[in-house]
């Protein structure tokens, strides 16, 4: 059973106080806070195990290598990849797009070949195919997005073309909760050879994510999101793409051999990951897959709808209050203006009653551009939020308007 | 914490709804962009400096209650001074915000003194000023207003 309180009681830090209320956290889109289970993972590392990994031969460098490796089984088996060796851990998200566009990009891609991305992207989806485009002549075209906050109707069928050689997508938008068909899109976009990057980084908290069955070429997530520790993040990339695309970065740990005459690289996934990684936060976000697997993706998708629900049922009859994100199906994300107030003022205001959300632009400037608006306030759920906090989220609003509307 | 009616004075709430010299100016010979990439915040400043003097200043954009009062209040403060009280005012008031002790007679614009106490909200008030020194150090770059 999905016993809200019991998991509240794993999060040491839901019990402070800030300006004297409780605190009521709720800015998850932009980091989740972490069980006990995760600070303890990381801290019993340090504790019992610490050593550089793949190199010692001592018991705690092979200890450490065991926590390490197991980790990386254990990402494997969350995405549902063929083989460990697809799994490569990178500092988040962003750092995976940032190997792809390099690695991938740079070696295949010729002036006018085409990246496709929307209009939704978080600038981490956005940005490094920019600079891939100026560094190859490439071209980045956009999905555009409609009033609800969805991909238009055909434009994905319509943009994709034999010159299009990589699709750049969110699978949960950031900034509107938008959950995008990606299967469809993957669909066509393998119909012209291209291939797949999907941005999972709003995903993998709110649903199951099977990278064999969804069959994208590409998925990145940061562990910060996903009730782990910041700083580590996971690429996922079919085998068959990660051995054809050369290193990254080059170091210790991604060669197999160095002479000055001649290097010759690692094989799958140490070819990509030069140097010490962070293995403590890789043994975190083990425990991170741990814990939201015990609790279950489908309990939680369950409990994270329910207060959507309950929160734009709220925000429906707030009077001056416009919801920037409607479509159905949504993940637990409440992105909203308030007539007469600046968001970042609702930020002020709401912090000062021990509600925590994000305000601004959300690293997604150009849905702020869609909407015409200069930034959102924005709520987004966890599995540890309450109905109860829900109510002290609109009853700070409430506080807002006395101050500005009145 | 500090209390929200520190931050939040009436003045400032009258700067907000009703910005005082908000608009276009003609015969401007200044100007500066500012922006603050942390909450969208754009300001345009338009200036009429002669003989070290400013005769005018305006301003457009949009932004929070806090930038938009400090911006408004600032406008307010500017016309008829030198560039060189313009420029005392800018440390004044960058040390008010900062909670240092400032000597500069701020007079109005020391309904901002509150900001001091929410330091994410900082940058917004200073957005203005930061502006307003970009402006002043543009010297004579002529403006075009269509
Ligand atoms: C959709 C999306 N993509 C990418 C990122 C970037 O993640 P990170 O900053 O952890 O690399 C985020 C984080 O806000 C995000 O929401």
């Known amino acids: 059973m999905f016993d809200v309180q019991a998991l509240r009681n794993e999060f040491p830090i839901l019990k402070r106080e800030v300006h004297g209320r409780p605190l009521i956290y709720l800015d998850n889109a932009a980091t989740s806070q972490k069980p006990r289970s995760v600070i303890e993972a990381e801290c019993h590392y340090y504790e019992v195990m610490n050593a550089n990994i793949h190199r010692g031969v001592h018991t705690l460098s092979q200890e450490a290598t065991d926590a390490f490796e197991g980790a990386r089984d254990k990402v494997r088996d969350f995405l549902n990849a063929r083989q460990r060796e697809e799994i490569i851990f990178t500092r988040g998200a962003t750092e995976a797009i940032n190997l792809v566009a390099h690695s991938w990009g740079r070696s295949q891609l010729k002036p006018g070949d085409e990246i496709l991305v929307s ?38 069928a319509s943009l994709i073309n034999p010159r299009t050689r990589l699709v750049g997508i969110t699978q949960v938008s950031n900034a509107l909760g938008t959950v995008n068909p990606v299967a469809e899109i993957i669909r066509l976009a393998h119909q012209v050879g291209a291939v797949v990057l999907l941005d999972g980084a709003q995903a993998v908290p709110h649903m199951a994510v ?81 814990f939201v697997l015990s609790v279950g993706l ?46 970042h003022d609702i930020g002020t205001i709401l912090d000062s009653e021990g509600v925590a959300i994000r305000t601004g632009h959300h690293c997604a400037m150009p849905v702020m551009d869609h909407y015409g608006v200069p930034a959102t306030a924005r709520a987004s759920f966890a599995l540890y939020n309450t109905a109860e906090e829900v109510d002290a989220l609109f009853g700070a609003l409430r506080r807002v308007e006395e101050l500005f509307l009145k | 914490m500090s209390d929200l009616r520190d931050l939040y004075q009436e003045v400032i709430f009258d700067h907000n709804r009703h910005p005082r010299n908000f608009g276009p100016l003609v015969g401007a010979n200044r100007h500066a962009d500012g922006f603050n990439p942390l909450c969208g915040d754009r300001l345009t400043l338009n200036l009429q400096v002669q003989d070290g003097v400013i005769q005018d200043v305006r301003f457009e954009g949009s932004g929070c209650a806090i930038s938009t009062a400090s911006a408004s209040l600032m406008t307010e403060a500017l016309k008829g001074k030198t560039e060189a009280e313009a420029t005392v005012l800018f440390e004044g008031f960058h040390h008010m915000v900062m909670g240092e002790k400032t000597t500069v007679d701020l007079g109005k614009l020391a309904v901002l003194a509150g900001v001091s106490e929410f330091p994410a909200r900082v940058k917004c008030a200073s957005l203005a000023w930061h502006t307003l020194n970009a402006a002043l150090k543009n010297e004579s770059d002529p403006v075009s207003t269509e």
């Open chain 1, 119 to 156: 209009e939704m992207e978080h600038h981490a989806n956005i940005v490094p195919w920019q600079m891939l485009c100026e560094a190859t002549g490439a071209v980045l075209k956009v999905i555009p997005i409609d009033e609800r906050g969805a991909l238009v109707a055909g434009a994905v």
């Open chain 1, 298 to 343: 489908k309990a939680i998708a369950a409990h994270e709808d329910r207060l959507l629900t309950y929160a734009t049922q709220q925000a429906e009859g707030f009077e001056g209050l416009k919801i920037i994100g409607t479509v159905p199906g949504k993940a637990s994300i409440l992105s909203f203006v308030l007539k007469g107030v600046h968001p």
């Open chain 1, 210 to 290: 099977d990278v064999t069955a969804l069959d994208c070429d590409f998925y990145v997530f940061s562990g910060h999101k996903l009730y782990g520790p910041t700083g580590i993040g996971v690429l996922y990339g079919k085998r068959s793409l990660l051995e054809k695309m050369p290193p990254y970065q080059g170091g210790g740990d991604m060669i197999s051999q160095v002479t000055f005459r001649k290097t010759t690289y690692n094989q799958l996934p140490y070819k990509f990951e030069a140097g010490t990684p962070h293995i403590a936060g890789v043994v975190g976000l083990g425990a991170a897959i741990d």
